[in-house]
């Protein structure tokens, strides 16, 4: 065992690269979208640090020419997840004794790959298979190393955190990983989650078996080449594309379930919860749940705003990657003074907007991610322009070669409108339009008509009106922003998660997200034992 306090120093955010026109890092990466495009990568599953093959494929597809397939993936069933299973527990002895700086030595290398050698690999499949632009891939590939660097630097400062000693005695504490594996299911519209579920538990010295959605399965993949490629040990993360139906039967029915690390849908997680419940019993420690949901994200104004600032904000927060961010803005509150001038405003916006194959580094926008997102979409739009109750100001669709859903605007004429309420997940944004007189009343409507409550942000140049807003929406969002989109939160700046129906904003990089990966153990060192049975208090006087 070495000697010496090893210090990983507090990182900085990645930098975000601009991929201007000329620059080289433009170049090279449209060189490696042109080489993926050209191909239809084989993607195993990776068990036991072995490559898994099996009969039934899934296969991954450009959501912008949905013709077009980059990639099939092996699927596993019974055997595999329970092969998995039996490989991560055999891993876990040998990776939880490994000593932290050795364990950590690994996620920092495989940042360095990402960041390096790998970025453009990552990049272009992100786009390729998610329908990024540049922009939106580079932002996603930086926020995946950071979330490798910044979660290292949360576990040692976690592992620093010491209680108070008195005379002859020595406390500690010792912060040891969960006793069984752990559980990462990720979901397709971020890269940079896909790697953050299974890897923030290994980092605390967890094992696990991660499941990436199967429209991601290609930059996921390539993320566990990188941690491969990094030196981490066989069977610490095991890569498993499967059916959600098969996770549910084989995997979070078994006794050895520790935790389960989820971003995704409301209804996924809350069955999961009441499975987790149905077998409690089983189970030999309590698993841990951890999950980020959905959302129904708003942008609230004040008749103060700045005009020029709210427009930018909306455009922005609706549209960008076609509102499939988790924080994406769907519905918005503008007083009915400064209306006019803010739909003006986002006509003229949305008309600049193209929109289409995201090789084209002039479009701001794909398509939405598969047929049925597509397919929710259309539903909505059409059911609010068939509603007397709001007005399609713009928008549309079409599916003929990729699933494009056009930057859609809603007005609504009641605040709990169908489109105000229920998460689409897409580009299209409902706004209600308020009297100027009726702001307390619109608040509450707010608070209290949807049950998310993820991120939110509010526009106005009134101080006080920034405080009566920011008090009345304190339960509304777990990432609340003032003057700005509720969209691009930082790691190690805007710590993300939202609670109600939103998850249980536990903080994806961050402290508070590590410590749920952790079990400790409180150790009390008495260095000269007390050799008196009896107390002072029990002489008579």
């Not at 098969?246 to 050895?256: E, F």
């Not at 409507?445 to 998310?452: P, V």
């Amino acid at each position: 065992m070495s000697n010496g306090y090893f210090k990983v120093e507090m990182p900085k955010n990645e930098p975000v690269k601009a991929y201007l026109p000329g620059s080289p890092e433009r170049a090279s990466l449209k060189k490696e979208l042109e080489r993926q495009s050209a191909q239809v990568v084989q993607v195993p599953m990776i068990i036991g640090g072995k490559e898994v093959w099996t009969e039934r494929k899934t296969k991954a597809v450009m959501p912008h020419d949905h013709a077009h397939v980059i990639a099939e993936a092996a699927s596993g069933g019974e055997k595999e997840l329970k092969d998995a299973i039996a490989a991560a527990l055999a891993a876990r002895k040998a990776w939880t004794e490994m000593p932290m700086e050795h364990r950590v030595s690994i996620f920092l290398k495989a940042a360095d790959l990402i960041a390096g050698p790998m970025r453009d690999k990552v990049n272009a499949a992100t786009m390729l298979g998610q329908s990024k632009t540049a922009y939106q891939a580079e932002i996603d590939t930086c926020e995946l190393i950071d979330f490798l660097r910044f979660n290292v630097y949360y576990l040692q400062q976690i592992y620093d955190r010491q209680p108070n000693n008195t005379p002859n005695v020595w406390n500690r504490i010792e912060y040891r990983p969960l006793e069984g594996f752990v559980t990462a299911i990720s979901p397709f519209n971020f890269t940079s989650i896909g790697a953050n579920l299974p890897t923030a538990p290994a980092i605390a010295g967890n094992v696990v078996l991660w499941k990436p959605a199967t429209t991601a399965v290609l930059s996921n993949y390539y993320v566990m080449q990188a941690l491969m490629a990094a030196g981490l040990p066989a069977g610490v993360i095991n890569f498993v594309p499967s059916r959600g139906s098969d996770m549910s039967k084989y995997v979070l029915s078994d006794p050895n379930l520790a935790g389960f690390h989820f971003t995704g849908s409301t209804e996924v997680f809350s069955g999961v919860y009441s499975l987790v419940g149905e077998n409690i019993k089983k189970y030999k420690t309590y698993p841990r749940l951890v999950g980020e949901t959905g959302g129904k994200d708003f942008i609230f104004a004040h008749n103060s705003a700045d005009v020029p600032g709210l427009v930018a904000a909306l455009t922005r927060a609706s549209y960008e990657y076609q509102g499939q961010k988790c924080s994406a803005a769907s519905r918005a509150f503008v007083p009915a003074s400064i209306w006019p001038q803010v739909k003006e405003g986002m006509l003229a916006e949305i008309e600049k907007i193209k929109i289409g194959d995201i090789t084209d580094f002039t479009n701001l926008m794909g398509a939405v991610i598969d047929a049925s997102a597509f397919k929710t979409n259309k539903e909505y739009i059409d059911y609010a322009k068939a509603s007397e109750d709001a007005e399609v100001i713009c928008g549309g669709y079409d599916d003929s070669k990729g699933y494009f859903i056009y930057p859609t605007l809603i007005e609504a004429k009641k605040p709990d409108f169908k489109t105000m309420v229920e998460e689409i997940f897409g580009p299209v944004m409902t706004v209600y339009v308020y009297p100027d007189d009726k702001l307390d009343e619109t608040l509450a409507s707010c608070d209290t008509a949807t049950s998310y409550g993820l991120s939110g942000a509010i526009f106005a140049d009134d101080r006080e009106a920034i405080v009566k807003m920011e008090d009345a929406l304190k339960g509304t969002a777990g990432n609340f922003y003032i003057n700005d989109k509720p969209t691009g939160a930082v790691i190690g700046q805007q710590p993300f998660g939202g609670a109600r129906a939103s998850g249980t904003n536990d903080k994806a990089g961050s402290e508070i997200n590590m410590y749920r990966w952790l079990s400790p153990r409180t150790i009390k060192e008495l260095r000269v034992p007390c050799l008196d049975v009896t107390y002072p208090y029990m002489v008579e006087a």
